[in-house]
């Protein structure tokens, strides 16, 4: 009796994994924009009180968008090789090799390639068109906001009028200069809405860094230079300053709570900070305004603070002998 | 490696990365744990609390005796504490009296010359040579100018009480000459001066400084003493 041989079973019809992969890859990848965009976008840090900060949010934004259905797809893939692919029991043979897939390759290539090269021209448009995206450009900045007028000696309310604010960091907290008000210095940062504002950020000291991160802008203040950045205000409310480089023991320490104010606010509070300094002496007391500083330098005395040996105290500096008083006229404002 | 090796290999290293991270918070976050804090609070009658503090050109420390220094007093001896902790209640006036033994230094930015904070937005001034007696008459002044006339030694500051106070220095021609040269200071010229500021409703913990780059021997000064509790770094405790 002939034995029966059996013929190896007809291989099954493979299914169409990438169909299978994209048709669940699909509605996720919708969801998943929808949400970004309608609920999770609008919620986005740094918010809505500048241009610079809608920038910013609408940018994370397209990034949140460019970037889900990436990771979706390598979830679904990933998800769907664990359950389809997996390892069956009493299943000891080696995967098939694979070769070629060509079709994939260059869908691979092109695919990410569009991608980099559609955020580099995406970014680089987002940082020129609205200033230089509230970031420090440095004392020749190539990236002004357009159709602004700045006038170094006054500032009057409107939306092309530059209110310039000068940024001191010194350890451990920020002061402000506004040389539009003859100026006047203050601890507070107070701003009128709608108004494009260019901070000149600078130390006297270490470096820090200027955040006011709901304003979205951030520059470096280094000692003798002149950091320019811009923005314009656009909502009412409060904000935080922070300093972002770390600058020594209170630098956790180092912030302060501003303003975005309304234009006729703003012009009462930086008219009675200068008319008060004016009165107390303190506006003929601070150096002439200048975008940098020599601490070491008292332009009222023209001349430099001096190092004395043999004398403690603070750091060894004191006036020229010149310029020394005698004791009982010291004490004068 | 056997499995109950690594256990003990990965228990043995995480306690020691435990260990480390705690030695470091101890050592150098929690660096003024072990100064003393001088109490205000017990003191405090009439909704007020007088504080006393003085600054020297160098301190009674056997480490760092160099450093410029505050002292704080304590309020039932009177005895000098080489502190920079006070405790004061809250929602209490602050009458603050600070002698400044150490000599003039310009202001780095002289926007640090305008008392702010205190109620009334000045403060009293009197200046008094090495033999106690006083220079001129006491003075209400809401700005002393460090750049003209080198008066001002160092500062009071609380920023997140928007309190800043120009401490005034014994003038130019004694700081030059004269300065107080043990301490805590009992002798030699100093300026006395005094003001007042409320404490908040709520207690917390409020750092204090001085904003002259009074760190001698530091890179622009700022380091050491301005960087240290117990010298030129402080903390007032505000207890509710």
Same mark, same amino acid.
């Given at each position: 009796?002939a034995?029966?041989?059996s ?27 929808? /949400? ?12 809505a ?45 080696d ?20 991608? /980099? ?7 680089t ?27 170094p ?8 009028? /530059?209110?310039?604010?000068? *940024? ?15 100026g006047?210095e203050?601890?507070?940062?107070v ?19 200027f ?6 802008? %951030? ?14 205000? %656009? ?13 020594g ?23 009675? *900070? ?48 010149p ?11 | ?45 009439? =909704?007020?609390v ?12 056997? @480490? ?9 007093q ?11 902790l ?48 006083p ?18 030694g ?5 920023? @997140? ?8 220095s ?7 000459? @004269? ?19 409320r404490?908040p409703?709520? =207690? ?11 760190g001698?021997g ?5 380091? =050491?003493?301005?960087?240290?509790? =117990? ?8 207890? @509710?």
């Open positions: 009796m034995a029966t041989r013929s190896p079973a007809p291989a099954a019809a493979e299914p169409r994994h990438g169909l299978r992969i994209f048709l669940i890859w699909l509605p996720l990848t919708i969801a998943l924009e929808l /949400v970004i965009w309608f609920a999770w976008y609008p919620h986005m840090q740094p918010g009180m500048t241009s610079s900060s809608r920038s910013q949010q609408f940018d994370i934004a397209v990034m949140a968008l460019m970037a889900a259905p990436v990771l979706l797809f390598i979830w679904v893939y990933a998800g769907y090789a664990l359950v389809t692919w997996r390892r069956r029991p009493g299943d000891d043979e995967g098939p090799h694979l070769t070629g897939g060509v079709g994939i390759q260059a869908t691979w290539i092109i695919a990410t390639s569009v991608i /980099v090269l559609g955020l580099f021209v995406f970014g448009v987002e940082l020129i068109v609205p200033a230089g995206a509230g970031a420090g450009q440095g004392p020749a900045p190539i990236w002004p906001p357009a159709n602004t007028v700045t006038s000696t006054s500032w009057t309310p409107g939306p092309h009028n /530059v209110l310039q604010v000068q *940024v001191i960091g010194q350890e451990w907290s920020f002061t402000y200069r506004f040389p539009q008000f003859g006047m203050s601890t507070a940062l701003l009128p809405v709608n108004t494009p504002v260019e901070f000149h950020v600078t130390s006297l000291d270490v470096i820090h860094s955040w006011p991160y709901l304003l979205a802008v %951030k520059a470096d203040a280094n000692p003798g230079v002149d950091n320019v950045a811009y923005t314009t205000t %656009k909502q009412l409310g409060p904000f935080t300053v922070r300093c972002n480089e770390l600058c023991l209170w630098h956790g320490a180092m912030f302060n709570t501003g303003f975005v104010v309304s234009p006729s606010a703003f012009q009462a509070w930086a008219r009675g *900070v200068q008319a008060k300094e004016l009165r107390n002496g303190l506006l003929a007391a601070l150096p002439p305004y200048s975008l940098t500083y020599d601490p070491t330098v008292i332009p009222q005395l023209g001349s430099a603070v001096v190092k004395i040996t043999g004398i403690t105290g603070a750091n060894g500096y004191y006036y020229p002998g310029q020394a008083g005698t004791p009982g006229d010291a004490v004068s404002p | 490696m056997s499995v109950p090796a690594r256990v003990v290999t990965l228990l043995v290293a995480f306690v020691a990365v435990v260990a480390g991270a705690v030695f470091i918070v101890i050592h150098y976050i929690g660096g003024y744990s072990g100064l003393p804090t001088v109490d205000y609070t017990s003191v405090a009658s009439g =909704g007020q007088n504080v006393v503090l003085q600054e020297d050109p160098q301190n009674n420390s056997a @480490s760092k005796p160099d450093w410029v220094s505050y002292f704080v304590d309020p039932k001896t009177h005895q000098w504490v080489h502190t920079t006070f405790s004061v209640p809250a929602n209490t006036r602050v009458n603050m009296t600070i002698l400044g033994y150490d000599g003039c230094t310009p202001l780095r930015n002289n926007f640090w010359s305008q008392v702010q904070g205190t109620l009334g937005g000045t403060v009293t001034v009197q200046q008094f040579k090495d033999t106690n007696q220079i001129g008459v006491t003075k209400t002044l809401s700005v002393i100018n460090g750049w003209s006339g080198c008066n001002v160092h500062t009071f500051a609380i920023p @997140s009480l928007h309190l800043f106070v120009p401490v005034p014994p003038g130019p021609v004694l700081s030059a000459n @004269s300065l107080c040269g043990a301490s805590p200071c009992t002798s030699g010229p100093y300026g006395l001066e005094k003001f007042s500021f404490t409703a709520h =207690g917390g913990s409020f750092r204090w400084q001085c904003f002259v780059p009074c001698g530091f890179i622009d000064g700022n380091g =050491g003493p301005m960087q240290t509790f =117990g010298y030129m770094a402080g903390m007032m405790q505000v207890v @509710s």
